[in-house]
């Protein structure tokens, strides 16, 4: 694989991790609109009672402009604010810890990734790229990456990956399995978010993604 084209997730799953690590250039989509359902503002980890999605609220268009809402009104991902109302922070912190406070290398990250969940960040776009900083410096991996600065409809010299970001989307990729704190009471959850890999496979998680066959 060449360049790619994707979308900066809320610590997307696996298989967006599969795809960037393989890439010799990474181009962000900065300029495309918002959409619901998908990773930009949710993932999926492993608790005690199996797949658990954790949700970032949004503010909408109408609740900012207090204008109605309008059917075909769009939001740029870049303009989406976080409503930060609710006290989505410390719930998914509280769920993270519960969920891998007992994996292998939850507390070796512990100190890096607990800055993300008690600072305020006003847009989800900027929270996501932070996430990401975590990660790539958790995977140890030197990634050449670009944001993009207008929207791309048909890229001619990039592989289009943007579909990745659907979380509701059907996805043909498989891959291999590893230790999970809950396997052996639920049984291997596939493609969660990147954490779950990290904090069960540590400094091995990078040579995990790699080892995976690109199949999308």
Not at 99 to 125: A, M, R
Request: include cysteine; proline fraction near 5%; charged fraction near 25%.
């Amino acid at each position: 694989m060449e360049e790619i084209l994707i979308h900066p997730a809320y610590f997307g799953p696996v298989s967006q991790f599969v795809a960037l690590v393989k890439a010799d250039k990474v181009h962000f989509e900065n300029e495309d609109n918002y959409q619901k359902q998908t990773y930009r503002n949710r993932m999926y980890i492993y608790d005690s009672n199996g797949k658990l999605l954790l949700n970032i609220p949004i503010k909408h268009r109408s609740a900012l402009t207090g204008e109605p809402k309008k059917a075909g009104k769009h939001q740029l991902y870049k303009e989406v604010q976080i409503e930060n109302d609710f006290e989505w922070q410390k719930q998914h912190w509280r769920a993270l810890k519960a969920s891998y406070q007992t994996s292998p290398f939850f507390e070796f990250y512990e100190d890096e990734i607990y800055p993300l969940y008690h600072k305020k960040y006003d847009y989800l776009l900027d929270f996501n790229y932070a996430c990401l900083e975590f990660v790539t410096e958790a995977l140890q991996l030197d990634m050449d990456f670009s944001k993009t600065s207008e929207y791309i409809l048909h890229p001619e010299d990039k592989k289009d990956l943007r579909p990745l970001i659907n979380a509701k989307g059907k996805l043909n990729f498989q891959h291999q399995e590893y230790t999970q704190v809950f396997q052996d009471k639920l049984g291997f959850q596939p493609n969660l978010s990147i954490l779950d890999l990290i904090f069960n496979e540590g400094p091995n998680s990078l040579n995990f993604l790699e080892a995976q066959e690109f199949k999308f």
